[in-house]
């Protein structure tokens, strides 16, 4: 296990200000990023740009989110610890280490079979052993375990996901980029059993959410 040096700390420290000056304000939030190692998550070759605010590829042609994506979607959930929350997408599991970090009890589901087999054995090792995660379709969520207090979607959905929309508790959102080249943040509140309301924060750019369990 490679270390975390106070130099890691340090960049880690520099990097929570920027993310303010970016305009992240929840202190559970920025707590999180502050306390998770995200050069851990990447490979060597990226290490030492590691706290710089940028996306880097993870292998089977996925990406980690630049911080301050993982830090808005995490704030735009406006959920508190205790919280059971559906990640659709657990890639490196960085993002769910973060909400980990903030007391949620994370529920992610990865399609890829070699990011699920690596983020099992690697966040409990490093201590992250509350979350659940699931090999499965995104798309078709967990319906067995829902409905949840919040849905966090890491990947460019090109339409709404539906059967997602169901496993939302009333009032609670979905956090999801909607689009297909570009996407825009959105976040959809269910206000009913069949009624819900919809918020855009802008544009952002997402590998795309595929359908089914990868070969």
Request: glycine share 8%; aromatic share 8%.
């Amino acid at each position: 296990m490679k270390e975390d040096t106070f130099r890691h700390k340090g960049l880690r420290a520099r990097l929570v200000e920027e993310l303010v000056a970016k305009g992240i304000t929840n202190r559970a939030v920025l707590a999180a990023i502050n306390a998770v190692p995200r050069h851990l998550f990447l490979d060597s070759s990226f290490v030492k740009f590691a706290y710089q605010d940028k996306a880097f590829p993870i292998g089977a042609g996925q990406t980690i989110s630049q911080p301050s994506t993982v830090a808005l979607q995490s704030q735009l959930l406006n959920v508190g610890a205790g919280a059971r929350v559906l990640e659709v997408g657990t890639g490196s599991g960085y993002q769910s280490a973060v909400l980990t970090e903030m007391g949620i009890n994370v529920f992610s589901i990865e399609r890829q079979p070699e990011l699920f087999k690596k983020t099992q054995t690697f966040l409990p090792s490093l201590g992250y052993n509350r979350l659940r995660l699931f090999l499965g379709d995104g798309y078709e969520g967990l319906p067995d375990l829902a409905p949840f207090d919040a849905i966090l979607v890491t990947a460019g959905a090109a339409s709404l996901p539906q059967k997602l929309l169901v496993q939302l508790k009333i009032g609670a959102v979905m956090v999801v980029p909607i689009g297909t080249s570009k996407q825009v943040m959105t976040r959809i509140r269910r206000l009913s059993d069949d009624n819900f309301e919809q918020e855009t924060f802008g544009e952002c750019a997402f590998v795309p959410m595929l359908s089914g369990v990868a070969k």
